[in-house]
């Protein structure tokens, strides 16, 4: 069983800078690789950003490469994702995800999923 919930969301203009922080607990966190989702309601969930379990690799969706970062603190057990030169397209609930490899968050085959954390990016 793992735990994760986000923070660092919120009301911020476009252009602004937001970093979304995602706790984990209950297992080593080091043995999942993570991710970050975003859903708008009526909408179907879209995969945002996923980290390896070293933090070595990494993968985005294009819509936000050169944008978004997506790091992970093992020895805080967190993982963020800083989010840069937001647009109002980027308004969404972001989720963190947990599973065993990036290509099962990429899928969305996470195991584990947060509450969400709201962004809202006015123009």
């Known amino acids: 069983q793992v735990q994760l919930v986000e923070s660092g969301g919120g009301l911020v203009q476009a252009g602004d800078s937001l970093r979304l922080s995602c706790a984990a607990s209950?297992?080593?966190?080091?043995?999942?690789?993570m991710g970050w989702f975003r859903q708008t309601p009526g909408k179907e969930r879209d995969f945002v950003a996923s980290i390896t379990r070293s933090g070595g690799g990494t993968y985005y969706a294009d819509y936000v490469k050169g944008r978004f970062t997506i790091s992970r603190d093992n020895a805080k057990n967190t993982v963020y994702l800083q989010m840069n030169s937001l647009k109002p397209e980027d308004t969404a609930v972001y989720y963190c995800a947990a599973s065993g490899t990036l290509n099962a968050v990429v899928a969305g085959l996470s195991n584990y999923w947060g509450q969400g954390t709201q962004v809202t990016v006015s123009s």
């Open positions: 209950g297992r080593t966190f080091s043995d999942y690789a």
